[in-house]
């Protein structure tokens, strides 16, 4: 069992920063990755960025070079730094936290969401 909760959402205009944290408790040894998702009304949920146990980094092409994920080393917090935001960037983000067997099973933790929104 892994318990996820995000803070750090609000408004924010254009250009502007803001960074999400995501606390994680439970069974959080067995993670094998973590990342944030977002969703905006009308759209599919997206993969914005992911970070694996060996510190391995990945990103959205819409995010890179303004989105930075990051964690501790007990994985007991996850972060999303946030720079240069666009109105396109509005949405509900979620934390997500992953235990995978490789060829045996997957499954996935999320967290509640945090509203980001990006506007003058």
């Known amino acids: 069992q892994v318990q996820l909760v995000e803070s750090g959402g609000g408004l924010v205009q254009p250009g502007g920063s803001l960074r999400l944290s995501c606390a994680a408790s439970g069974s959080i040894f067995s993670i094998t990755a973590m990342a944030w998702y977002r969703q905006a009304p009308g759209k599919q949920r997206e993969l914005v960025a992911t970070?694996?146990?060996?510190?391995?980094?990945s990103y959205a092409d819409s995010v890179k070079g303004r989105f930075t994920i990051s964690r501790d080393n007990a994985k007991t917090m996850l972060y999303l730094q946030m720079n240069s935001l666009k109105p396109e960037d509005t949405a509900v983000y979620y934390c997500?936290?992953?235990?995978?067997?490789?060829?045996?099973?997957?499954?996935?933790?999320w967290g509640q969401g945090t509203q980001v929104t990006v506007s003058s």
């Open positions: 997500n936290a992953r235990k995978e067997v490789a060829g045996t099973w997957r499954h996935d933790y």
């Open positions: 970070i694996t146990n060996d510190g391995s980094t």
